[in-house]
């Protein structure tokens, strides 16, 4: 009795520890949790105190006082600060499960196919001090690819694009496994960094992390307009030449030019995917295309750019955002036919 009612209690979960968004899936219920990879730091008498996780320390980037920070503790797809991803991975358990008690269950989180063995070791014992019995990591790419809907236990070759927020995951599945996978540390925060180096270089024009996400989400493009200059919107930051604040007007065509370094190693990345895929699997993929995955894949044109550069049809996911926790989430429900693609940690 008390083993039936401790299962009911500690319902195991599947993670997407993301750079930018922490997503989590929950057995029986879906996704159940999707917010910033943020956590608000106060510093008392040299004691690290969290303040807030998520959405609320997002709200506090760039505009704490001198003794809080908002930091993200994972960098390019992996922990950066084991200290404070424990204690997120830690809220966002109880967060779910609406409990400091008994919130004990098996975990599936999603790694970069690049990560260390050190970093996957991080990442697992992180997860075990914040209350998981057992700990199951899935590469992301792998991960995206059953979250899309692809079989990846037939012999088929599929190609899929993962852009996070920290990393870019270019892999080739077939019969359960990757025949091919490789990380370039570019995504969406490389490409923020862009806009933000872009706007200070032309403009004159300093802005933050949240307005330059903005103008990606709202003008972003990875083409130029055909003609003229496209969309335009309106951004504030504080003027470098006269220190004061000030409003000008971005558009499309400036967008495009700021991202198309970041944009132009995704395409090589896939390029060189491409040359290492055996031709085999080469004739699948041309048969079915290229499957755009993970925030990245929402950029307009992006996968106009793509399907120019390789001359292959590209598919963006029905559910990009989504698609590696619930590809985590499916490993987690069939867990007892989806062990070749699963390691315990």
Do not use: W
């Not at 892999?171 to 490409?191: F, H, K, N």
């Amino acid at each position: 009795m008390f083993s039936r009612l401790f299962g009911r209690i500690s319902s195991d979960m599947a993670i997407d520890l993301g750079t930018a968004n922490t997503l989590v899936y929950v057995q029986g219920r879906g996704i159940v949790l999707n917010e910033p990879s943020v956590v608000a730091i106060a510093n008392v008498k040299n004691k690290k105190i969290v303040l807030s996780v998520g959405a609320d320390a997002k709200q506090m980037l760039g505009k704490t006082p001198a003794n809080i920070t908002a930091i993200r503790p994972l960098r390019n797809g992996v922990i950066s600060d084991f200290h404070i991803a424990e204690e997120m991975i830690k809220h966002f358990i109880q967060k779910v499960h609406n409990r400091k008690m008994f919130a004990n269950p098996r975990v599936v989180i999603c790694v970069p196919s690049s990560a260390t063995e050190i970093e996957r070791r991080a990442i697992q014992e992180s997860a075990e001090r914040a209350g998981a019995r057992a700990v199951y990591l899935i590469e992301e790419p792998m991960a995206a690819a059953l979250g899309a809907g692809i079989s990846v236990t037939e012999p088929k070759g599929s190609m899929v694009v993962d852009i996070g927020g920290g990393t870019t995951e270019v892999a080739v599945t077939s019969l359960g496994g990757l025949v091919y996978a490789r990380s370039i540390r570019v995504g969406g925060d490389i490409m923020d960094e862009n806009i933000i180096s872009y706007v200070r270089r032309t403009c004159s024009l300093l802005i933050g992390e949240a307005t330059a996400e903005r103008i990606k989400i709202e003008i972003g493009t990875a083409i130029k307009p055909a003609s003229g200059i496209g969309k335009v919107i309106k951004i504030r930051g504080r003027d470098m030449v006269e220190g004061v604040p000030k409003e000008i007007e971005i558009n499309e065509k400036q967008v495009a030019e700021a991202l198309s370094e970041p944009i132009t190693a995704m395409i090589e990345a896939v390029q060189e995917a491409l040359e290492h895929t055996p031709p085999e699997l080469s004739a699948d993929i041309v048969d079915h295309g290229i499957l755009l995955t993970g925030g990245g894949a929402l950029l307009n044109n992006l996968d106009k750019l793509l399907h120019q550069a390789t001359g292959l049809p590209v598919i963006v996911a029905k559910d990009p955002l989504n698609c590696v926790v619930l590809g985590a989430g499916k490993c987690l429900e069939e867990m007892h036919t989806m062990q070749d693609v699963l390691a315990e940690a």
